[in-house]
């Protein structure tokens, strides 16, 4: 896929078809590279994702990639296991590790300036999709 970034593996476990897939995405990029400015979109896994309020919580580990990874394209989609939905805020703050760098997205960047002129992806992708995965009863 053209300009796409991403964390190097994410293991989708498929409910319906009561079997694993591993889907095998590229290396990922350096901070510095180029590739990783001109993406138009990455993919990751998440830490926690708050029924709630929508939001998805990134800690950067395994599956997320770094920070600015995650701000820079335009298209950001977060693959969220089933198991890792929590109800509200109070529940996500528990089961985070507070020692771990966090990022929590609620939705596409936008920020609005003296005017109240509304402004796209200034500080974050201006789009988001999370793709909510069921638990593979088998792997429980």
């Not at 896994?45 to 395994?62: F, M, N, R, S, Y």
């Not at 703050?93 to 507070?98: I, M, S």
């Not at 960047?109 to 201006?126: C, M, N, Q, W, Y």
């Amino acid at each position: 896929l053209s300009g796409l970034v991403s964390a190097p593996a994410i293991s989708v476990g498929g409910a319906s078809t009561n079997s694993s897939t591993t889907i095998t995405l590229p290396t990922p990029v350096s901070v510095a590279s180029s590739a990783t400015t001109a993406a138009s979109a990455v993919v990751t896994t998440a830490a926690v994702g708050i029924a709630e309020t929508g939001t998805v919580v990134l800690d950067h580990g395994p599956g997320q990639g770094r920070r600015v990874v995650t701000l820079l394209p335009d298209l950001h989609v977060a693959v969220v296991r089933e198991s890792q939905v929590v109800a509200d805020v109070p529940a996500a703050v528990r089961a985070l590790d507070p020692v771990r760098p966090q990022t929590w997205i609620s939705g596409p960047s936008a920020t609005s300036d003296i005017e109240l002129s509304r402004v796209e992806g200034v500080h974050g992708p201006r789009r988001l999709h999370v793709v909510l995965v069921a638990d593979d009863p088998d792997r429980a």
